[in-house]
């Protein structure tokens, strides 16, 4: 983990994703590559959900394949953090969390950028964008034009 300072200039650790759980790994190598990705059942041909997990959801097979998604979908619900849940967001505030319907049907926690946190909305349609960190991609979301 990297650190930084909050307000008061003591040295914190930032948030990071666990990276390394196995499941997870070609979800992040290919968020690297600016791909968003799903895990699709071999056995009943469903999307898993987010995150990443050994067996389907649905039927529990453990045969599955990573499919590249389109990256678009709707604001299915969010919230907007006027305080900073931990000090390494507190350069954010405010910002939203959001739950992303994507188009293939998966849902994704997020956050909506190049956007106002007042301005999201409920059934907003929007797609994903890369945002670059040291080590890990991070998909994020703006409304669509």
């Not at 390494?88 to 998966?106: H, I, R």
């Not at 960190?133 to 703006?142: A, I, Q, S, V």
Request: aromatic content about 12%.
């Amino acid at each position: 983990m990297s650190e930084t300072k909050d307000q008061r200039g003591r040295a914190i650790r930032k948030v990071e994703p666990f990276l390394q759980e196995p499941e997870a790994k070609p979800f992040w190598a290919s968020l690297s590559e600016h791909k968003l990705t799903a895990q699709r059942c071999g056995a009943s041909g469903k999307l898993f959900s987010y995150p990443p997990q050994g067996s389907c959801p649905h039927c529990l097979s453990t045969e599955y394949d990573w499919v590249q998604l389109s990256g678009k979908g709707k604001v299915y619900s969010f919230v907007t953090y006027c305080r900073a849940w931990h000090p390494s967001y507190e350069d954010k505030v405010p910002y939203n969390v959001s739950l992303v319907d994507l188009d293939e049907g998966p849902r994704l926690i997020s956050n909506v950028i190049d956007c106002p946190p007042d301005q999201v909305k409920v059934g907003m349609p929007v797609e994903v964008v890369y945002e670059d960190n040291e080590g890990y991609t991070l998909p994020k979301f703006r409304p669509m034009k």
